[in-house]
């Protein structure tokens, strides 16, 4: 099975254009994060509820592809991970198990907000009792720091240890290596701070994004020549 993966990605043509379509995706996950997955979480209770209500489709897709994002970066993941160097199998099997929590982690948020949360929101509304704002409040606040902490810094230290073991490889350009760390230790810094920068992480985020966007598309086209 594991011969037939490696197979599977040493095949130069799927590896290229998998690392582009990876590009795509999160390129496409920064307009919903921006406009409007900041008016999904910031705000009073009832006026987050009130957008998603009045937004439900374009919420949902918004939701869909920042998720089609992060599958695609542990996607990237999953790739380097048989293409850096040999030596360090350990180290990037670790790296590639939490950015797989943080794709499991990032699961369960989507399935809440979807599923659970505009139940209890209308639960909120039907029955304005203070157990239940209580209630939804502890709710939102796990959610709050699923999504904005332990997602993000989950994520930012398995991309930090895959760009230790990129300084390791020769096959990657130093320039790369640099570029990523500065993306992932941005990402860390960004959701260790989350709850201080208010409204600005999703900007934060959303310019690392960007910045991966080229990383991935470039570093493929290198390996693909390697």
């Known amino acids: ?58 919420v949902q897709i918004a939701w869909s592809l920042t998720f089609a994002a992060l599958f695609a970066i542990c996607f990237v993941f999953t790739m380097l991970f048989f293409h850096l160097n040999r030596t360090y199998r350990p180290i990037l099997q670790m790296a590639w198990f939490i950015s797989v929590v943080a794709l499991c982690a990032s699961t369960l948020y989507l399935l809440i907000e979807i599923l659970l949360m505009p139940t209890l929101m209308e639960w909120l509304m039907t029955i304005p009792a203070e157990s239940a704002h209580q209630t939804l409040t502890v709710w939102d606040q796990s959610l709050s720091h699923l999504s904005g902490i332990f997602i993000p810094t989950s994520l930012s230290i398995g991309g930090l240890i895959y760009t230790i073991v990129m300084f390791q490889t020769k096959e990657i350009p130093l320039v790369f290596s640099y570029w990523s760390f500065f993306i992932w230790s941005a990402v860390l810094i960004g959701s260790l701070f989350a709850s201080h920068l208010g409204v600005f992480v999703f900007l934060l985020l959303s310019v690392m994004l960007l910045l991966y966007v080229p990383w991935i598309w470039k570093v493929g086209t290198v390996l693909k020549k390697s």
């Open 1 to 58: 099975m594991r011969r037939k993966m490696e197979a599977i990605v040493e095949n130069k043509t799927f590896f290229l254009w998998s690392f582009r379509t990876s590009a795509g995706l999160v390129f496409l996950s920064v307009f919903p994060i921006l406009f409007v997955l900041v008016d999904v979480c910031c705000g009073s209770l009832s006026e987050r509820f009130h957008y998603i209500s009045d937004n439900y489709v374009m």
